[in-house]
């Protein structure tokens, strides 16, 4: 299509982006080419700009960057973003502050009109035109003909380039369980069929996954992909033995490219076992630094519970919370298993990041760094590491929160100063510009200055210079945030008459600044070469068949095998004729791409990695797919899994030029069943003394011609216990392992699961239970000796009253902590409709008029309060000291009027069973 001359100003609003101006001998000319599709219509699509520069494609994304809107006229809603070097950014409905998403990630950003996602946006570049992909859900609220701009210069002129009917209706689908619940006894399992409905056209693949099962059940999803968006997959859902009489929710994730259905129930599971254990009781133990001041902290909390620290975060994860009062801003978060979420300011919908990534969460008081919270646990501790920046918005004292009980009951363990300014850096280069004969180097000196207080280690990196031309950083590292570095360029013999910009990354562990030219190096060169040749030189095996293949690929270059992957890299190509159905990839330098069956947007997995990408013929896996090169050739090593619906035989083409030339270079049978094995140990149960060892064996046996190596590790073993496999890996998908079980001389009488994890490239068998090993232990300590040693007042009277108690307990006053000991004020020795309180050791709890229903907290000391029909308990004035085996117990009550009359005061140690015992009497008035 074509449009007549238009131009448009978004609405005099100026994007975020910082703009460096240099000096040019002429101004570079800067086009939008194409954008495809150009017309079109939907409520999800993937779209591919392409624009050009005439200084080059880096000079496009390195000073204005190229902005694409979409929008039905001048003021009305719009999509707005903006593409950068390292990600795109998203105006948001107020343009208060744009919101960015990386390129390649999982993550996500979203206004009212449109959500872009990370993983399906991608930018390239070769020479002068820089390549765009965009993957975008429109909004309902966003229906109707939207004219598509682009602004390619800082004039603010947008062109428009094309248009898009967007649908009211987006594609989705449905998920439904059956049936909607099922009942087992314990040790058994029950299966589901979980079916997928797709709506408005959804085609997608959808990924299954479990969510929040507790311990000791587990659920299997056969098949976790339900093609096209629509199918059924079989869960079967297994329970432990020792299960608890329980009723389990049975709640999935469903997750495909454009839609995902966050976790929900979908069915239940009622178990019948064993009388459930007594409630864990769960503590904050400390946070440091308790009482602190600054803008960024890095903080570690100690937690404790009874069941051990994995039941902190199987269930009711550990929640911490930053905030003056109740109603006013907060930082608010909980900590689960894999990563931490964060609270919004709307609470709509937490957002999270894993332990350990690059990633960050943030909302309008503070932003947390994966790169720096991390969790650990032993025994009955676990320990959460949290790094944080808090806003200058959020200025002020803030009281730190923790809550670990389901009850939402948040104590209050220290107090945080936010500072108005954070710590922060400057980085300048000198000298700004040099000029050099190709084959020769030069040096800028790079300086960083801090500012409010940053005091932080900066590495620094070069980002994007060209090829041949490198650079080395001596320190790569500025210790403690001030201080230089000696930057060398060094340009190759052969490189061509150019400027280069010299752009630097500085990270920190609270502050990166992103790729930012700071100074350029003119290049004097020689007549570029000829243009190389390239060639396929082998691929091994040539002719083969089965279901899955590692391939070499060997490939050369006459201009060096970094030539093959900065440009037009290879492409490698199985396919059984021109339109069928292929399995077709590219290979880039860190990583390979995969193209989908509808070419909309191709998919990438980096170099040894752990993750694959697929399409409805193949698999491909990071963990076995590498690139390397030596002189003039590339080596490819592909690990591939075809899918079933791909069988027959396909001819191998390969293409290394940009031409479009495809060659084929051998054939590849493929079978319609994957190779496989199976895992079995051998004896299935065996019996020792405490302090001993057993030995097993495990055998390993392939299917379908399955021939890879297999990695054994034990799963979950519990503490006193452990494993050790020799060899811990089976070479060549058949043989056995000897598996050595050792106890510990202290271990009690107990059945112990032997649980093996088997990986190998193609196939992963997750944890399960393959034999057992009953260990006889030493006979159990005799119980303490526990007793109530006197209360004051005795025989007293009033409306309120302070108790005081004194308790011993031969293992020590701590013992008598465990949640087992209470306290009763009554006529009788009877909970219900009574004043009830049970004793913990960070507070007190109070029974309701029902014993059944949810009891109360207050911490000991505070200013908290619960009640209930007959009495209230007083954080003030109520108190808990202990030395040896004396525990102290002062207890401040107040009684209702509808209580008045004579009443005892019982007492509860025996933590075996319940034996309540009047200490005293007290009339109630």
Request: charged residues 5%.
């Amino acid at each position: 299509m074509s449009h007549p001359p238009h131009r448009i100003r978004a609405f005099g609003y100026t994007a975020f982006f910082l703009l460096t101006s240099f000096a040019r001998a002429q101004s570079p000319v800067r086009t939008t080419d194409s954008v495809s599709p150009q017309d079109g219509s939907g409520g999800s699509q993937a779209f591919t700009f392409v624009f050009s520069d005439s200084a080059g494609y880096q000079e496009l994304i390195s000073n204005f960057v190229p902005r694409i809107l979409f929008t039905s006229g001048s003021g009305a809603p719009f999509c707005w973003l903006a593409v950068g070097p390292a990600g795109v950014s998203l105006a948001p409905d107020s343009q208060s502050s744009w919101t960015g998403v990386a390129y390649g990630s999982n993550a996500v950003v979203q206004n009212n009109e449109c959500t872009i996602y990370g993983s399906g946006t991608t930018i390239s570049g070769s020479g002068n035109t820089l390549t765009f992909n965009l993957s975008v859900t429109f909004h309902a609220a966003f229906a109707g003909m939207k004219t598509i701009y682009t602004n390619i210069n800082s004039s603010g002129d947008y062109t428009p380039v094309g248009t898009y009917n967007v649908t009211a209706t987006s594609p989705d689908f449905t998920i439904s369980v059956s049936p909607a619940s099922q009942s087992v006894q314990a040790g058994q399992s029950a299966t589901y069929t979980v079916t997928a409905t797709p709506t408005n056209g959804f085609n997608q693949d959808i990924t299954l996954s479990l969510f929040g099962f507790p311990s000791g059940i587990s659920g299997t999803l056969n098949p976790s992909v339900i093609t096209g968006g629509s199918g059924t997959s079989t869960l079967t859902v297994t329970t432990a033995p020792a299960s608890s009489t329980s009723t389990v929710q049975i709640a999935l994730t469903a997750t495909s490219p454009f839609v995902t259905h966050a976790p929900a129930n979908y069915a239940q599971l009622s178990i019948t076992g064993a009388t459930p254990p007594p409630p864990p009781v769960r503590s904050t133990d400390s946070v440091s630094p308790q009482n602190g001041s600054g803008g960024s902290q890095a903080f570690t909390f100690v937690f404790s519970d009874s069941a051990g620290y994995q039941d902190l975060i199987s269930g009711f994860g550990p929640r911490i919370l930053f905030t003056s009062g109740s109603g006013a801003p907060f930082c608010w978060m909980s900590f689960g298993p894999s990563g931490v979420s964060l609270a919004p300011d709307g609470q709509s919908s937490w957002t999270g990041v894993a332990y350990g990534s690059n990633a960050v969460v943030q909302n309008n008081e503070c932003t947390i760094y994966g790169s720096g919270t991390t969790i650990s646990g032993s025994g009955n501790t676990l320990t959460v590491n949290l790094l944080v920046t808090f806003h200058a918005a959020f200025a002020g004292m803030k009281t730190i929160y923790t809550n670990v009980n389901s009850s939402g009951d948040y104590v209050g363990v220290g107090t945080y100063n936010v500072t108005a300014t954070s710590p922060d850096f400057t980085l300048s280069v000198s000298p700004a510009s040099q000029s050099v004969q190709a084959g020769q180097s030069a040096t800028y000196t790079v300086t960083a200055t801090p500012t409010n207080g940053f005091n932080q280690d900066i590495t620094l990196s070069t980002y994007l210079l060209p090829s041949g031309v490198s650079g080395t950083l001596n320190p790569s590292v500025i210790t403690g945030g001030s201080g230089t570095s000696t930057l060398t360029i060094t340009t190759a013999p052969s490189s061509s008459t150019s400027t280069v910009q010299i752009a630097l990354t500085a990270t920190s562990p609270f502050v990166t600044h992103l790729p930012a030219n700071y100074a350029q190096l003119s290049i004097t060169g020689a007549s570029p070469p000829p243009p190389p040749v390239r060639s396929t030189d082998s691929v091994s095996p040539q002719h083969g068949s089965g279901g899955s293949q590692a391939f070499t690929f060997v490939f050369s270059d006459s201009a060096g095998y970094q030539d093959l992957i900065s440009g037009f890299s290879p492409h490698i190509l199985f396919t059984s004729g021109s339109g069928a159905p292929f399995c077709w990839m590219s290979f880039g330098p860190s990583g390979v791409s995969l193209a989908p069956d509808g070419l909309t947007s191709w998919t990438g997995v980096a170099y040894g990695s752990n993750a694959v990408v697929q399409n409805n013929e193949c698999t491909i896996y990071g963990s076995g797919t590498t690139i390397s090169g030596s002189g003039n050739t590339l080596t490819v090593n592909l690990l591939v899994t075809f899918h079933a619906a791909f069988a027959g035989m396909k001819t191998i083409y390969t293409n290394v030029n940009s031409s479009g030339n495809y060659i084929g270079v051998g054939t590849y049978n493929v079978t319609a069943t994957s190779p496989d094995f199976t895992l079995s140990v051998s004896p299935a149960s065996q019996s020792v003394q405490a302090g001993q060892s057993a030995t097993y064996t495990v055998t390993a046996t392939p299917t379908n011609g399955f021939n890879q190596d297999i990695t054994l590790s034990t799963y979950l073993l519990p503490s006193g216990v452990s494993g050790t496999l020799n060899p811990s890996v089976i070479t060549g998908g058949s043989g056995t392992s000897t598996l050595t079980i050792t106890t510990a001389p202290g271990s009690s009488t107990s059945t112990v699961q032997i649980a093996l994890t088997a990986t190998s490239p193609f196939v992963t068998h997750a944890p399960a239970n393959y034999a057992q090993l009953s260990i006889t232990g030493a006979s159990p300590p005799p119980p303490p000796t526990v007793s109530t040693d006197s209360v004051s007042p005795q025989n007293g009277s009033g409306s309120s009253q302070v108790f005081t108690l004194q308790f011993s307990d031969s293992n020590g006053y701590r013992d008598l902590l465990g949640g087992n000991y209470h306290v009763l004020v009554n006529a009788t020795a009877d909970g219900t409709n009574s004043c009830w309180i049970q004793l913990l050791s960070t507070g007190l709890s109070l029974a309701p008029d029902d014993p059944n229903g949810t009891w109360s907290f207050v911490p000991y000391g505070t200013s908290t309060t619960a009640q209930n029909s007959q009495c209230m308990v007083n954080g003030v004035g109520t108190s808990i000291s202990g030395s040896g085996n004396t525990l102290t117990l002062s207890l401040s009550l107040t009684f209702t009027a509808a209580y008045a009359g004579s009443r005892n005061v019982y007492t509860d140690v025996n933590s075996s069973s319940p034996n309540y015992m009047a200490v005293t009497s007290y009339t109630v008035q």
